[in-house]
Every structure is written in structure tokens, then in C-alpha cells.
């Protein structure tokens, strides 16, 4: 399976104070949605698109949408 990039990158909250990550593949985002703990609406949507981009069948500035409302839907988005 491929890797599928999105740009600009997402900056989210890390579990080390100080530290932030900058996240801008589909694979990547699945990976950190899968640590936050609160769990709305908006991450199950990206949640379940994960697949789908991953596979191409989503564009993944789409995806990146998405990802990028769960993370501040979570409180983990942080400014660019």
C-alpha cells in the first residue's frame, strides 16, 4: 500500500509536554487517532475515512479535513 501525503501538515498535541507533532500521511494520522482517548463524532468520520484514503479512493486533502476536525474536536490540534 502505498503512502499517501497531504500537505500542509496537521500539528497535534503529543503525550511528551513541549513536543508536537507535525503530521502529514494518512498512515501516520490512523496511528495517532488510535492514542487520543475521547472519541467523538467527527474522530469516528476520520477514523473510517483512514481506509478509504489510504486506498486512493479519497483525495487526501479530503482526509486531511477531516483529520484535522477530530483533532480539534479532541482538543489536540495545535496551531501551525
Known sequence: MPLRWFNP????????PGFRLGISRIDTAAEELLKWSNRGPKWRLAAE????????????????????????????????
Do not use: H, I, Q, S
Open 9 to 16: 501538515p496537521v500539528y497535534v498535541k503529543t503525550d511528551r
Open 49 to 80: 475515512a483512514c481506509l478509504t484514503a489510504m486506498d486512493g479512493k479519497m483525495p487526501t486533502n479530503d482526509f486531511r479535513v477531516l483529520f484535522e476536525d477530530a483533532a480539534e474536536e479532541e482538543e489536540m490540534l495545535l496551531p501551525e
